[in-house]
């Protein structure tokens, strides 16, 4: 493309470009509707990010060929809805930040991800509940969001449902089955549920962002989705002679960018290019 | 390649059978699982598919050591599904080889315990982010080599998993040209990470043909039978005067000082790869080869309470449901 | 116990309404998982609207050793093709 006359007028072309998608202007003030609707964008994006790293950790691992393409798919699919949302979120913010600059320049305190998503993988029965109980949230959250008062959210939400329609069936299906399969099965996936449903409740828990987005018809108030997720974990534990933790006692932080120690490890591994190479393109 | 060293077994059976069996062949006809076979037909090609398999398998763990450190959201998608691509063609291939009558299960235990092999080049390392444009660029480059005219082999199901691997693959040769040529034109670390990324995996890359078949008895036996349909050398040359034109391109160089164009023979001069270091690779000496067999061995020793529970769980359904019938 | 799940052949129809049409083989414990393993495996490019699996051990197939007696006798049936018949060109395009 030939150079516009302002390029060749302006001494600092890159300068200027940079001014105009925003890089320098001050970041959004805590509180005001862009910096709500911004939060709320990155907590899907970094739900689906952190989740489709821990599940890309297991290509070449999986139990069984079928099974690690299986886990592939999933966490392309995740990959690919973090763009999405990062990316519609780096345009709310409109300081010229892009989906690979929130996900790979941000730190530990700006991720907004629930505690679950970041759990190690565990054994598969962990990595396989940890996906379920976030797919039982997922989705119901997900089909509200194809309600937002925000097209470009609804249309997210719609690309995204689909794709989360299999996730959900296929995880569910699995819990069943190793709960209701071997002895060994069944104790690993009763021991996975306990050791992750103190991670569950996080995202029906509200703060004041959620309730204001929720206000503006922007998103789902959290608590909204509770019942479906209780419908569908207790249909499933039921199927699968799985026994529901009594206590619904819930970990959280993680929303408002507290996290456990497992995050700093995650984060050094997966933006270690981008941070010690600042200046390279990729 | 991916299936180095097969040695093809002797056959000893009633010539008339064989001869009307390479009369099928030479006339260009597939032979399917339930057609009569010479034995040693049947165990070189259980070799030569299981070690292909077995080296999609492994292979998927050096560019997988990659997968959480891309520097994108979109290399970490093109790598991820890169590497699941390699699952799937262990995948096609283990199923070519169990026509044969051997199992998915035997074979795999059969690559743990060492009795089978997989390709050498999956025994180094990948160091920086340019291995991977590395890998992409060579070894995927190598195996397509190989792969193209594999898609005429005369054993149906190898052939036809070979045609739709083949047109997997046609994007991550280029995927690893493309991210090397970002690394190649970027800042001066970036250059140097490529550089020496080419410097290590040059050797291996060409060590992937195998040693020089002039003289092999094997070879032969595998050529008429067309399970081989070239040599490793006429590979290997095809495989450098390829890459050598790319690598200029990119600015590299490649780390050959005897490298030059023969104008006689229309290809270039180069040197060999160090055998030694080959046979040694192969004799599990490689950088990488004991963590390669741990990493593919806990995997399936770790998996086995998952397969177990849903193989116990598609039983139980299946006598409720007679139970209920 | 340790025992290996059954191979299953799959057949996926594509985009275009033509018939299923033999892809490849996998490995899955019942017929419900064959089907979301063949999802996973062989539709990864878009390449089918829907999948047909079979187990493998059901499939009966022809003998080769009778190829001659099943295929040859239609080879002389020339009047069968359409190419057998000579329209004149006047007549235009049947």
Same mark, same amino acid.
């Given at each position: ?39 709320? &964008? ?35 699919? &995740? ?56 797919? %039982? ?36 299906? &699995? ?100 941070? %010690? ?6 | ?9 002797? *056959? ?20 399917? $699982? ?24 492994? /292979?998927? =763990? ?17 790598? @991820? ?25 035997? =074979? ?22 340019a291995?991977?444009g590395a890998?992409?660029w ?14 005429? *082999? ?26 090397i040529r970002?690394m190649a034109e ?5 250059k140097a990470m490529a550089q020496d990324a080419l410097n #290590?995996?040059w050797? $291996? ?29 006429? @590979? #290997? ?6 890459t050598v034109?790319q690598a200029e391109f990119l600015g590299l160089t490649i780390p ?10 229309? /290809? ?17 000496? /490689? ?8 990493? #593919? *061995? ?16 598609? #039983? ?10 | ?28 414990? !019942? ?8 999802? !996973? ?34 080879? !002389? ?11 004149? !060109? ?5």
């Open positions: 493309m030939a150079p516009s006359l302002s390029d060749v007028m302006t001494p600092d072309a890159a300068a200027l470009a940079a001014a105009q998608k925003g890089e320098g202007r001050a970041p959004l003030k805590a509180g005001s509707p862009e910096h709500d609707l911004f939060t709320g &964008l990155t907590r899907l994006g970094d739900n689906c990010l952190i989740l489709g790293h821990r599940v890309s950790e297991w290509c070449g691992h999986a139990p069984v060929l079928e099974e690690d393409i299986a886990l592939a798919n999933m966490a392309l699919d &995740l990959i690919g809805q973090t763009q999405l949302w990062l990316g519609l979120a780096g345009e709310v913010e409109g300081r010229g930040r892009d989906a690979d600059a929130l996900a790979f320049r941000r730190d530990g305190w700006d991720f907004h991800n629930i505690l679950l998503v970041e759990r190690p993988n565990g054994d598969f029965g962990q990595t396989l509940m940890r996906q379920f109980l976030f797919d %039982a949230w997922h989705a119901p959250m997900l089909k509200a969001l194809e309600g937002s008062s925000d097209d470009r959210i609804a249309a997210i939400a719609q690309k995204a449902g689909k794709e989360v329609a299999y996730h959900i069936e296929r995880s569910a299906d &699995l819990v069943i089955r190793l709960g209701d399969g071997t002895e060994e099965s069944h104790a690993r996936m009763q021991a996975a549920l306990e050791a992750l449903w103190g991670y569950a409740g996080e995202a029906f828990i509200a703060d004041a962002v959620d309730t204001r987005l929720a206000e503006a018809g922007l998103m789902p108030a959290p608590e909204s989705l509770r019942a479906t997720f209780d419908e569908t974990v207790n249909a499933v534990f039921a199927e699968a002679a799985l026994t529901r933790p009594e206590s619904d006692f819930a970990h959280k932080g993680g929303k408002q960018g507290r996290h456990s120690e497992h995050m700093g490890h995650l984060l050094t591994d997966m933006q270690w290019l981008q941070r %010690a190479y600042p200046d390279a393109k990729w | 390649m991916y299936a180095q060293m097969v040695k093809s077994e002797a *056959t000893d059976e009633d010539p008339a059978k064989l001869a009307a069996f390479q009369a099928r062949i030479d006339a260009g006809e597939r032979i399917e $699982p339930k057609d009569w076979m010479p034995e040693g037909y049947r165990k070189t090609l259980i070799r030569q598919i299981g070690q292909h398999a077995h080296s999609e398998i492994v /292979g998927q =763990l050096p560019e997988g050591n990659w997968i959480t450190r891309a520097p994108t959201l979109e290399r970490k998608a093109i790598l @991820l599904a890169k590497v699941q691509d390699e699952a799937g063609h262990g995948l096609y291939l283990y199923c070519a080889a169990e026509t044969l009558g051997i199992s998915r299960d035997e =074979l795999t235990e059969q690559l743990l315990s060492g009795k089978m092999k997989y390709s050498s080049i999956f025994n180094y390392p990948t160091l920086s982010w291995d991977i890998v992409g060579l070894v995927d480059g190598a195996a397509i080599m190989n792969q193209v005219p594999l898609q005429r *082999t005369s054993f149906g199901p190898y052939s036809r998993a070979m045609i739709r691997i083949c047109k997997e693959e046609s994007f991550h040769q280029r995927q690893g040209y493309d991210l970002k970027g800042t001066p670390e970036q #290590r995996f050797y $291996p890359s060409l060590m992937m043909f195998g040693p020089s078949d002039k003289d092999s008895v094997h070879s032969t036996q595998s050529m008429a039978w067309k399970i081989k349909i070239n040599t490793n050398d006429e @590979l #290997r040359q095809k495989f450098v005067d390829q034109p050959d000082e005897h490298l030059k164009w023969n104008e006689d023979k229309g /290809g270039y001069d180069f040197s060999e790869p160090d055998w030694n270091e080959f046979y040694e690779v192969l004799k599990g000496n /490689g950088p990488c080869n004991a963590d390669r067999m741990e990493a #593919r *061995t806990r995997a399936w020793r770790d998996g086995e309470w998952v397969r177990d529970g849903l193989m116990a769980h598609a #039983r139980k359904q299946t006598s409720r449901r007679v139970a209920a019938e | 116990m340790s025992s290996e799940w059954p191979l299953w052949e799959v057949f996926i129809r594509g985009q275009h309404g033509l018939n299923h049409r033999h892809v490849g083989s996998l490995h899955a414990p !019942d017929a419900e998982l064959a089907i979301r393993h063949a999802r !996973d495996v062989y539709t990864r490019r878009n390449e089918g609207v829907s999948i047909w699996v079979v187990p493998s051990a059901q499939i009966t197939a022809s003998a080769p050793s009778e190829k001659g007696p099943l295929f040859e006798p239609a080879n !002389d049936k020339v009047y069968r093709h359409p190419t057998f018949y000579d329209i004149p !060109d006047e007549v235009g395009h049947m």
